[in-house]
């Protein structure tokens, strides 16, 4: 089974000293030639940038410009938020911990599909970006889950981006039913960090609720490629 998350605006600042990107090194070979093309871009689109109005402009700029030296961490750290505060990675046991490296990628629109524990730098792309001779760049890459069971919980704008056929999409609703803004980005977390917990192998949405009712989690099948999570600032359940 895999967990697709959202990449996140807010990154981590820095890395571990002296490492550098390796596309040689991340998950998904095949992606190499794209990331490559996508990098050129957003690099020279950095080294023409003027100087921003704001510092964290400024600092994305920046980032883009050093991409290829500066220093890396895994992206599981790397991206911050309510979703990554939801997961919290950094406080879970290491067999959880091996579970989120090997279980969860993150789609974005740099680098396509990363593993939790591919080492990427800080940097500043976005879906909006992938236009003009971009678009299009990762429309095919979710052919290469094409044999897993696929929880994807990525906004609309992204799931555009590298679609994934037959992954099983998550809604998260309050009490009411009605669809939530801020809760929704925490719960995806926190329903992640409690499969790593469980080191979850159930597949198919009707087996992802069954084993979630076990655990007082209110998630239910709507479809064969749907979930419903009822989530509120109180958690999951």
């Known amino acids: 089974m895999i967990v697709i998350l959202p990449p996140s605006e807010t990154k981590a600042a820095g890395g571990a000293p002296g490492s550098m990107l390796d596309l040689g090194a991340l998950a998904f070979p095949p992606l190499s030639s794209t990331r490559e093309r996508v990098l050129d871009v957003t690099i020279a689109k950095a080294v023409a940038a003027p100087p921003a109005a704001t510092p964290a402009r400024q600092r994305w700029i920046d980032d883009d410009r050093v991409l290829r030296s500066s220093p890396t961490m895994p ?24 579970w989120v490296d090997h279980h969860v990628l993150i789609g974005s629109a740099l680098w396509g599909f990363v593993r939790a524990s591919d080492r990427i730098p800080s940097y500043r792309c976005s879906s909006s970006d992938l236009k003009g001779p971009l678009r299009g760049a990762w429309s095919d890459a979710g052919a290469l889950l094409a044999d897993e069971t696929v929880v994807d919980l990525r906004s609309k704008a992204y799931v555009h981006v590298a679609p994934v056929p037959g992954a099983i999409a998550v809604d998260v609703v309050g009490e009411d039913g009605a669809a939530l803004n801020h809760w929704n980005k925490h719960a995806k977390g926190a329903l992640v960090r409690r499969m790593a917990e469980a080191g979850l192998a159930a597949s198919g949405a009707h087996g992802l609720a069954a084993w979630a009712a076990d655990r007082g989690i209110r998630l239910r099948a709507i479809a064969d490629d749907r979930l419903e999570l009822t989530a509120t600032a109180a958690g999951l359940g």
Request: hydrophobic share 40%; proline share 4%; charged share 25%.
């Open 75 to 98: 992206a599981i750290e790397r991206y911050e938020g309510v979703l990554y505060d939801g997961l919290g990675a950094a406080s879970l046991d290491p067999s959880a911990r091996a």
